[in-house]
């Protein structure tokens, strides 16, 4: 049994590949392949059309005009066959009494000429009244996407961290580029075709009972079970349109992780793993595509066998009619175009069915996002602007990425304003976990983390994080110019200081060798740079940033002896009168640290210098030492 005390599925063949290759996150129940999967079957099929229609209520005036323009387009459309019909019963009518030689005899093709000058005007006026309707709609779509991805664009720069690290980013671009795009699509264009089709079945059944009830009832026969095929069909295909566009989100997911670690791929032979991961999510989209496809595709030839069973009884029933002169033959030839005009809404709205279970199965992974959890917000009384000396205090901080599995127990930490505080312990020791809870990217589960004298809980977020800067290990450019990216967190630095930054970054001489200098555009990986020179653009954004608390996470851990030496020093000359916090696996780094923290399971098990934590000859001297040792072995190798 599983944690939610569901019976546990066992994996197929395909399902046990992509494990093998990309293994569970931590933290992601409900989930498969850490991600968040959309049910079988929308879970609430009104709750989601009611709360997309709330995007369109802003509109409610230009959705009046759309339905009084497809009104008017629809009646002079359906009354053109009628007012046809005279002019082919004037024709027949001047034939045959042509025929019987009645005196006189002629076709009056004077009135054929008004009547094909009125029809001319009607079919002018329906195309005027249809441009417009699509134009107007076109608009409201558009609009309405736009609203809709401004919530989610919204929704996911107040989403936790946690949500980024239990879903893979392709699934959550997929929702926010294929899902909504599903969903304008259908509103531009299956909304205005599923009125003009309501509007004209009204008015083509109207019409049709004022030229023959029989005939009419010949036309509803086949209704029930047009509906009934409609609805079994379309019941059936709502699961596969669901779980096609599950595994559409689930490549989106594998080829974005792939793509961008592709050099780690190649590196280490997985190329053949990753094919076969995406020949499996391939196969299961392919077959979930295929059933979904094959399943509307078979609504469209059923129905048409039902209508044009429904067609030949009325022509031959119309013919009895016309011989017997209880119809005109105009009225028959009219009937039959409103025959066609009858089945051919039904036939759309059959066909645009399909699209629209699409389209609810995307809304409801779109709300899907933006109903997930979000961060604690801030405050009413929180400070908006912060300006510390840079004391920091953990008291009695508890936290765990699971609730009922915590990693920090009862953390307890003095930080004095302008001290270098080193944290170093093995890997999963909670090192990148103190500085992600004391820049609120998580929210302690107990206890409270101080600035100041100040709970971080009572400064809003942009207050808070503004006083820091990070320099990670993992690093992060974007796309643009060199210029660009070192004053990203001070875009209103001049070129002087930008040029001083990359200077004690140990940057500017490679900067100025390259053909455009400072105007070197990075491309969307920065693979146009080395790692080092990545790293020491990210330092350089840091030291113009000039920020009140430094955070080190393993800055210097790309690049080579020579420079890390010189970065060592730009930084011992920016941490001057800064409270900073280095992470560190290589003790050689911190010896100089004011305060050294040594964590082990999410708990500090020793702190002090470097030369006291040595004497003690604890954890700490254990692990430089092998550290220590290790290196002399290398150098003696």
């Known amino acids: 049994m599983n944690s939610s005390g569901g019976q546990r599925t066992v994996p197929s063949a395909a399902e046990q590949r992509i494990r093998d290759f990309f293994p569970p996150r931590p933290g992601g129940g409900g989930r498969r392949f850490g991600m968040m999967l959309p049910a079988e079957k929308p879970k609430n099929f009104r709750k989601t059309v009611r709360r997309l229609a709330s995007y369109l209520r802003p509109h409610g005036l230009k959705l009046l005009f759309v339905f009084i323009l497809a009104v008017s387009g629809v009646i002079m459309n359906v009354v053109s066959p009628k007012i046809l019909g005279r002019a082919t019963t004037i024709i027949f009518t001047g034939m045959q009494a042509k025929a019987a030689g009645t005196p006189g005899a002629a076709i009056d093709f004077a009135r054929i000429g008004q009547i094909l000058r009125l029809l001319l005007l009607l079919y002018a006026g329906s195309a005027f009244c249809r441009y417009f309707e699509h134009y107007i709609m076109a608009g409201i779509s558009q609009k309405t996407i736009f609203d809709l991805r401004s919530d989610v664009s919204a929704k996911l720069v107040r989403l936790p961290l946690k949500y980024y690290d239990a879903?893979?980013?392709?699934?959550?671009?997929?929702?926010?580029?294929?899902?909504?795009?599903?969903?304008?699509?259908?509103l531009q264009q299956s909304l205005v075709q599923i009125l003009e089709a309501v509007v004209t079945l009204a008015g083509v059944l109207a019409l049709m009972l004022t030229i023959s009830g029989w005939l009419t009832l010949i036309v509803l026969v086949t209704l029930p079970l047009s509906f009934f095929v409609t609805r079994t069909v379309t019941r059936y295909s709502q699961h596969?349109?669901?779980?096609?566009?599950?595994?559409?989100?689930?490549?989106?997911?594998?080829?974005?992780?792939?793509?961008?670690?592709?050099?780690?791929?190649?590196?280490?032979?997985?190329?053949?793993s990753s094919v076969a991961a995406f020949k499996a999510i391939n196969e299961r989209l392919y077959a979930a595509g295929w059933r979904a496809q094959f399943v509307s595709g078979i609504i469209m030839p059923l129905l048409n066998l039902v209508h044009n069973m429904g067609y030949i009884l009325m022509a031959v029933v119309g013919a009895v009619f016309v011989t017997r002169g209880q119809i005109q033959i105009g009225d028959v030839q009219a009937f039959f175009q409103y025959s066609r005009q009858f089945n051919q809404p039904i036939l759309q709205v059959a066909n645009f069915t399909n699209i629209f279970q699409s389209a609810i199965a995307a809304a409801e992974r779109v709300f899907e996002l933006l109903d997930e959890e979000e961060e604690v917000p801030d405050g009413k009384n929180a400070l908006a602007a912060f300006s510390p000396a840079g004391n920091v205090s953990f008291e009695k901080v508890q936290f765990g990425y699971a609730e009922n599995k915590l990693l920090m127990q009862d953390l307890n930490i003095e930080v004095q304003a302008g001290r270098t505080v080193a944290i170093v312990g093995p890997t999963g020791a909670g090192k990148t976990t103190l500085v992600n809870l004391l820049m609120r990217f998580y929210e302690v589960s107990g206890g409270r983390i101080l600035i100041d004298g100040i709970d971080i809980r009572d400064i809003k977020r942009s207050a808070l994080r503004s006083i820091f800067g990070m320099v990670l290990q993992d690093t992060w450019l974007f796309k643009g110019t060199i210029r660009d990216n070192i004053a990203y967190g001070k875009p209103e630095a001049s070129d002087e200081e930008i040029y001083r930054a990359a200077r004690a970054a140990q940057i500017d001489h490679f900067i100025r060798t390259l053909p455009e200098g400072y105007n070197t555009v990075l491309n969307e990986e920065a693979s146009n740079i080395s790692a080092g020179q990545k790293q020491l653009l990210t330092i350089a954004r840091a030291i113009l940033a000039d920020p009140a608390i430094l955070i080190l996470d393993e800055a210097t851990s790309s690049v080579d002896t020579r420079t890390e030496i010189l970065i060592q020093r730009a930084m011992q000359e920016l941490m001057k009168g800064r409270t900073s916090f280095v992470i560190a696996h290589r003790l050689s780094t911190v010896r100089d640290a004011d305060l050294i923290l040594v964590l082990n399971h999410g708990d500090v098990v020793e702190k002090g210098t470097h030369a006291e934590l040595l004497a003690k000859g604890g954890f700490y001297a254990e692990i430089y030492r092998?550290?220590?040792?290790?290196?002399?072995?290398?150098?003696?190798?």
């Not at 879903?167 to 259908?186: K, Q, V, W, Y």
């Open 167 to 186: 879903n893979p980013h392709g699934d959550i671009m997929s929702r926010l580029a294929n899902d909504i795009e599903t969903i304008g699509s259908t």
């Open 240 to 272: 596969q349109f669901a779980a096609q566009q599950r595994e559409l989100g689930l490549l989106n997911a594998h080829v974005e992780e792939m793509f961008g670690g592709h050099l780690i791929v190649k590196a280490f032979n997985r190329e053949a």
């Open 626 to 637: 092998s550290q220590f040792t290790s290196g002399k072995l290398n150098e003696a190798g």
